[in-house]
């Protein structure tokens, strides 16, 4: 029988990066103790003791050792819990799917954080860029049920937000990129991935998410007018 170990999660429950974390170990059946960070405050004692270069959720504990940063601490539970795999065994397949993450991590949060703070010229450029992004995921999920396959893998998990954080994203930035139409494959997968019950069961309240959303917007103003 395996060793219990101590697994300790350090998040925010409307964050789309601490939510990666908890699917995966709730898809990987690990128990784990959640100990909610405020977005609200400033980053806590604790965090920035267990996370001092980024002070930021998530950051994982895992039998007295931290470890940041979403996509590192993935691909740590992923060889530490091989029990129900989320990465491609192919070694392309898995390498492509790194890319996309990264790809997803880097050009489109940027291009979505441009839609979402700017305004003008420069929001008009950010939703375009979005656009960009949203048709090259569209071709990645053509043909496929989920990222990973038949079941969700290691890609869903990091495009997660997409299904259902987007939208508020949108709303609350005031611009729109998603359509159904344009990016049917899109759209049917953030269906199902919404109905897996890990994923539903875990989803923040919309309209707490709002709250937190507006809360960014506040602070970018504000740092803007000083
Ligand atoms: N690249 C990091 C991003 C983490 C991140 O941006 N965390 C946000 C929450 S969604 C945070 O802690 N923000 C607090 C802050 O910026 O002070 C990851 O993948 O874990």
Known sequence: MEERRDVKLLGTKESIFTQRIVWALKLKGIDYAFIEQDFSSRSSPL????NPVYKMVPVIV???????????????????????????VDPFERASARFWARFIDGMFYEAAKKAFFSSGEAKAEGVELVEEGLHLLEGQIIGKKFFGGEKIGYLDIIAGWISYWFQYIEEVGEFKAMD???????????NNFIQV????????????????????????ALAGAN
């Open 180 to 190: 159904s139409r344009k990016y049917p494959c899109l759209h049917a997968w953030i």
């Open 47 to 50: 965090l920035v003791e267990l």
């Open 197 to 220: 019950p890990i994923i539903q069961q875990s989803l923040p309240k919309a309209d707490d998410v709002k709250a937190v959303y507006r809360g960014f917007k506040d602070a970018a």
């Open 62 to 88: 895992h039998d007295g050792k931290p470890l940041s940063e979403s996509l590192v601490i993935l691909e740590y539970i992923e060889e530490t819990w091989p029990v129900n795999p989320l990465f491609p």
